[in-house]
């Protein structure tokens, strides 16, 4: 077998193995952000739960002057804008990590 001709076998063997292994990744890919979305859901949850139970303390509470109870109030929008800010973060990163793997997918010749 010449040089030319093992180059060619062995590209095309890493061919044949290309599709597949992309197809691995994209499941691995899709199990991850899977994962992740279920997480932060909870997360999420139990954050604005907990959120909501400390302003309705703040609020009725007639011993926390007004300064405090603005500033609960300012710090409740800050965790929320943290958590979309946050998810909005990571949606973008699977996505490229999406688009990398398309990028790699085998052209198909017609």
């Not at 011993?63 to 946050?86: H, M, N």
Request: net charge neutral; hydrophobic share 35%.
């Amino acid at each position: 077998m010449t040089t030319s001709t093992a180059a060619s076998t062995t590209k095309s063997a890493s061919r044949a193995w290309r599709g597949p292994m992309i197809d691995a990744n994209r499941r691995a890919l899709d199990f991850q952000k899977r994962a992740f979305d279920t997480t932060f859901d909870m997360m999420a949850q139990m954050q604005e739960r907990r959120e909501e139970a400390i302003v309705e303390w703040v609020e009725k509470s007639e011993r926390i002057p007004a300064e405090a109870k603005s500033l609960v109030q300012e710090w409740t929008r800050l965790f929320q804008d943290g958590r979309s800010s946050y998810r909005a973060a990571v949606d973008s990163s699977f996505g490229l990590a999406n688009s990398y793997l398309d990028s790699l997918a085998p052209q198909t010749t017609e």
